[in-house]
């Protein structure tokens, strides 16, 4: 679906695998009694590792996004990654983004992402201004937590506890496209490349 516009809202990103997404759900369950009705969880389907967020490109573009990736992908080998540990961004006094953290051969899962930034780029779209930072978003919290409550948030997902994900290797990378709807987000493929090249 693209926007008014004719824009449509994009990203690149590696899958995570339904054993891993039901590790997380399991955190996300234990973590929800305490500090569930101050935080927007993002559905377990919707949980990606974000390469590259394109925001709203036009909808030409897609195309040619897709037809950019299988050549970056392939120059690449398969990725091992695990699922270990959960924190907040910006800091635990003052949490916005609650995450899942992303281990193994980040050095290999970092070339990848700035060959596909770089190549996001020669197409004519904005390069990446942060340095990447691998992770799972689980939940955003709501706007207008109280200090304290913040701080208690903060220190429930410092005690969380992540179990049960076994590693896995990465071997695709998809272009998604998002809808934004009222109850969250909801992201659908449009294509894959295959890391290694298949």
């Known amino acids: 679906m693209t926007t008014p516009g004719g824009r449509v809202r994009s990203f690149i990103a590696i899958p995570v695998p339904s054993a891993g997404i039901e590790a997380l759900e399991e955190a996300v369950k234990n973590l929800g009694p305490e500090i569930g009705k101050y935080v ?35 120059r690449f080998s398969p990725i091992d990654l695990s699922i270990s540990g959960l924190g907040v961004f910006p800091n635990p006094r003052r949490p916005r983004v609650l995450w899942a953290g992303v281990h193994g051969d980040l050095e290999a899962l970092s070339s990848l992402q700035l060959a596909i930034d770089d190549a996001v780029g020669k197409l004519g779209l904005p390069k990446e201004q942060r340095a990447f930072s691998p992770h799972l978003t689980l939940g955003r919290v709501r706007r207008d937590v109280a200090e304290g409550q913040l701080r208690r948030i903060g220190q429930a997902v410092a005690a969380g506890e992540l179990k049960g994900a076994p590693p896995w290797t990465a071997d695709t990378v998809n272009l998604m496209r998002t809808e934004l709807d009222p109850a969250g987000s909801r992201h659908y493929l449009v294509g894959s490349a295959p890391i290694g090249g298949g």
Request: charged share 25%; aromatic share 6%.
């Open 40 to 74: 927007r969880w993002v559905r377990s389907e919707s949980i990606h590792l974000t390469l590259k967020f394109m925001g709203d490109i036009p909808a030409g573009m897609v195309e040619r996004v897709l037809e950019a990736l299988p050549p970056v992908a392939a």
